[in-house]
């Protein structure tokens, strides 16, 4: 029996610890709330055959001991990747990254998939761990795994079968010393592929393109607007088209915005891969719904409707809501993670009737909003979700407005996810705007 220390008991600490339980080793959970410290944990170490890192986790003296003590530093999705080619499980893993859009492609993937017969789950990043996944399903044809760069970083053999970059813009400075840091870990999805294996190109993401100039692995390429020649499925404006045939026109989609057209390139081209036939795509792209949390139009009080995109925990997330919802209200901000705000000010400018600003985040903001000109009394600092509604519930009558959280950061400075942020958010609409129309 071996004894394997992980780090962290969220989701993916947890799901660690049921793989290592179901293959008879030991697991030794080392978590400051509901396991032993880390101090206490470096007594261990001598003991320790495998160390397993949870993302969230920080790289504190503990991990350096493991580096000194010659102890492996995986990841949980290593963990899980390893077990699952020592099984000789057929299951197939499409791997997922990106600043934007990575959990709608995940997610209607694995529905597109599962709607044409085959046994598929998501995980990672959504849902359950890649771990817990594999103990409770071992029957499953693909497993769509959303992965987060903090879950790429202590890749060593997983290697997907299909794995695709949504596309890449500055996110978690605070975590990384430079944007480069953070673009390279995303990298790690598709460095262990081979021949036998698919990546898909962003042909409009040039952070992407000058990054990928030695490819091990088969690759086509999806565009929108530019390099068409190269790509196997691109959008022409009005049509989406795969293999120079005419998939489905733009109208038809019942995912809205360029940012979503984008998204639908990957879903396509990873069931062209399956052969899923061109009938079953097209009903699934007319009829599939937004995810909840990314840009949820859930409440409507007389000719205001709500927006609920707290799943907007980056800049470029809160762009592409600012340019699908122009002339709303916003309501912006959270946890400071040190980003460069001037572009989004210059947006807000341009696109939004007012702003309400909420969060550690919030001075920063506003600060940058009065630099670029945006008007002091446009300018809201209520620091919560539920004081900035009470004000809006005293302004707004009967004209049409939209009014859309996205806050453009992450919650944990007010909230545990950005999932209890967005219920919170909708509760506190409903109870303020009373009579109103869910949608």
Same mark, same amino acid.
């Given at each position: 029996m071996k004894k394997v220390m992980i780090f962290g008991n969220g989701v993916s600490g947890n799901g660690a610890k049921k793989l290592v339980d179901l293959q008879g080793n030991e697991a030794i959970i080392v978590d400051d709330k509901s396991g032993i410290s880390s101090e206490k944990a470096e007594k261990l170490l001598d003991d320790i055959s495998l160390f397993i890192k949870s993302p969230g986790v920080p790289y504190n003296n503990l991990l350096k001991l493991c580096g000194e003590k010659g102890i492996e530093v995986i990841d949980e999705i290593e963990l899980a990747y390893r077990y699952l080619k020592e099984k000789g499980l057929k299951t197939k893993i499409?791997?997922?990254?990106?600043?934007?859009?990575?959990?709608?492609?995940?997610?209607?993937?694995? %529905? /597109? +998939?599962?709607?044409?017969? /085959?046994?598929? =789950? &998501? =995980?990672?990043?959504?849902?359950?761990? #890649?771990?817990? +996944? +594999?103990?409770?399903?071992?029957? $499953?044809?693909?497993i769509v795994l959303e992965c987060s760069s903090f879950q790429l970083e202590n890749i060593k053999k997983f290697k997907p079968n299909i794995s695709l970059i949504v596309n890449l813009s500055p996110d978690h400075l605070n975590r990384y010393e430079a944007v480069e840091d953070y673009y390279d870990t995303k990298l790690n999805? &598709?460095?262990?592929?081979? *021949?036998?294996? /698919?990546?898909?190109?962003? $042909?409009?993401?040039?952070?992407?393109?000058?990054?990928?100039?030695? +490819?091990?692995?088969?690759s086509f390429g999806v565009t929108i607007s530019k390099n068409l020649e190269a790509a196997k499925c691109y959008y022409d404006g009005e049509y989406i088209i795969y293999d120079n045939k005419k998939i489905i026109k733009d109208s038809s989609l019942s995912l809205k915005g360029e940012h979503n057209?984008?998204?639908? *390139? &990957?879903?396509?081209?990873?069931?062209? %891969?399956?052969?899923?036939?061109?009938?079953?795509?097209?009903? &699934? $792209?007319?009829?599939?719904?937004? *995810?909840?949390?990314?840009? %949820?139009?859930?409440?409507?009080?007389?000719?205001?409707? #709500?927006?609920?995109?707290?799943?907007?925990?980056? $800049?470029?997330?809160?762009? #592409?809501a600012i340019e699908a919802y122009k002339g709303s209200v916003l309501i912006c901000g959270g946890k400071d993670k040190g980003l460069p705000l001037e572009d989004l000010s210059k947006l807000i400018k341009e696109n939004i009737e007012e702003v309400y600003l909420i969060g550690k985040m919030a001075g920063r903001l506003k600060d940058s909003l009065l630099a670029v000109g945006y008007s002091l009394e446009k300018i809201n600092s209520l620091d919560t979700i539920e004081a900035s509604i009470k004000e809006l519930r005293k302004k707004i009558k009967d004209e049409e407005k939209i009014v859309l959280l996205s806050p453009s950061t992450s919650s944990f400075d007010q909230f545990k996810s950005f999932e209890e942020r967005g219920e919170v958010f909708k509760k506190i609409v409903i109870e303020n705007f009373e009579q109103g129309e869910r949608l």
């Open positions: 499409i791997a997922v990254t990106g600043s934007n859009g990575k959990t709608t492609v995940t997610s209607k993937i694995q %529905e /597109l +998939l599962s709607e044409a017969g /085959l046994q598929t =789950a &998501f =995980a990672g990043n959504i849902g359950k761990s #890649f771990a817990e +996944l +594999l103990v409770e399903r071992s029957d $499953l044809d693909c999805i &598709f460095k262990n592929q081979n *021949l036998d294996d /698919l990546f898909i190109v962003n $042909l409009n993401d040039e952070k992407i393109l000058e990054r990928i100039e030695n +490819l091990k692995c088969r057209i984008e998204n639908i *390139l &990957f879903i396509i081209s990873v069931a062209k %891969e399956f052969n899923i036939s061109d009938e079953i795509i097209v009903n &699934f $792209l007319m009829k599939t719904k937004s *995810l909840e949390h990314r840009m %949820e139009r859930f409440y409507k009080w007389n000719n205001t409707v #709500f927006v609920n995109d707290s799943k907007g925990t980056n $800049l470029e997330s809160t762009k #592409f």
